[in-house]
């Protein structure tokens, strides 16, 4: 989710705490491959070149973004209101908002593929393939999706049929983005899905790759490897199901 595209006061955040990194060499692992998901998703670096926003509905999504980078979360994460806009209607909502300053990691995110104003523009970012299940599990934190729903239907027999469908579902407004991850995605894992595009309105278009249940539930299984990893617990719950190890 791009900064302030849920109606966020932008003004509010140049007044926030920062929290202030220490200096250190970044180097991947998968906790941080885990944090560059959400930060690609539902974070902005700030014009300022020093700052990282993060942003999000989930607190405890926050909670485990500080908690890998050894931040205190109950000084800096901090409510923030917002307005989602459903069909016809204004809907607020409560979100939260965490601010962190260090000019060294902002430097090496630039360095993989982030930049300000992300949104339309992201593209490639630089990802060791051992760590990309755990980067695509924060982007899927972030701005993907993992639904599932009974499907009822008759057939000529006229009797009454129940399956259970699942889907993944990637989402962005950058093409280019997306169209990387599709092909990164089949490279490693050898499942395609189904690029459209789902919404254009003023200008304004937003991508979608949706994949099969079978190719979902290859996918899941390949981004929750084992128990306990860093993940938004609400979405693993969906998954959990369909995981082998259970």
Known sequence: MPFGACGFNS???HNMPAHKLPNRNFRFNKN????????????????????????????????TFCSILKISPSKYIKP????????????????YKIQIGNKQFYNWLLTIGLKPNKTKTLKSIKIPDK????????????DGSIF???????????????NLRLYVQLV?????????LQTTIKRLINIKGALSLQHAKRNKQIWRI???????????????????LPCLKRKYNIAQPFLVSN
């Open 131 to 142: 760590f990309f299940p755990d980067f695509l599990r924060g982007w899927i934190d972030g």
């Open 11 to 13: 003004h509010l955040w």
């Open 172 to 180: 962005s407004a950058s093409k280019s983005h997306l169209k990387w």
């Open 32 to 63: 941080l491959a885990y944090v560059i998901g959400l930060i690609v998703t539902d974070g902005s670096l700030s014009s300022s070149r020093r700052h990282i926003i993060m942003t999000s509905a989930d607190k405890d999504q926050l909670e």
């Open 80 to 95: 923030q209101a917002s307005s989602g806009f459903t069909k016809n209607k204004i809907k607020s909502k409560q979100a």
């Open 210 to 228: 949706r994949y099969s249940k079978k190719e979902s539930i290859k996918l899941l299984n390949w981004i929750y490897y084992q128990p306990s």
């Open 148 to 162: 599932t729903y009974i499907d009822n239907y008759t057939t000529y027999k006229n009797k009454t049929y129940q």
